[in-house]
């Protein structure tokens, strides 16, 4: 038995016997829904460091893409509702995620 562990550790790539690291793969895009859509957004920026976000409202007004977002930070969001009325939000990490293979 402790051959054959010996020897799929040999073998197999370290990726496939431990899984990927999240750590080491980076992604271009990130984006986060909306509970309804919106008009235009009107500010993005990260919420501890004040520093703005490449951030852009997709056409249908239901997310919102990140370029190069900075991982694990929480996103200040200023936006224009459908009915005109302006609403300022702050979204939590947790919901925010990498975007694979849509673009």
Do not use: W
């Not at 929480?74 to 939590?92: A, N, P």
């Amino acid at each position: 038995m402790s051959r054959l562990f010996l020897l799929l550790v040999l073998v197999l790539p370290e990726s496939m016997l431990f899984g990927q690291n999240p750590l080491k793969t980076s992604f271009e895009f990130h984006r986060f829904y909306l509970k309804e859509p919106v008009k235009e957004l009107l500010e993005i920026r990260y919420e501890d460091s004040c520093k703005p976000a490449d951030g852009r409202l997709m056409p249908d007004g239901k997310s919102i893409l990140i370029k190069h977002y900075t991982g694990h930070k929480r996103m200040y969001v200023r936006f224009l509702r459908t009915d005109g009325e302006e609403i300022e939000m702050t979204q939590s990490p947790c919901y925010i995620d990498p975007v694979v293979g849509e673009l």
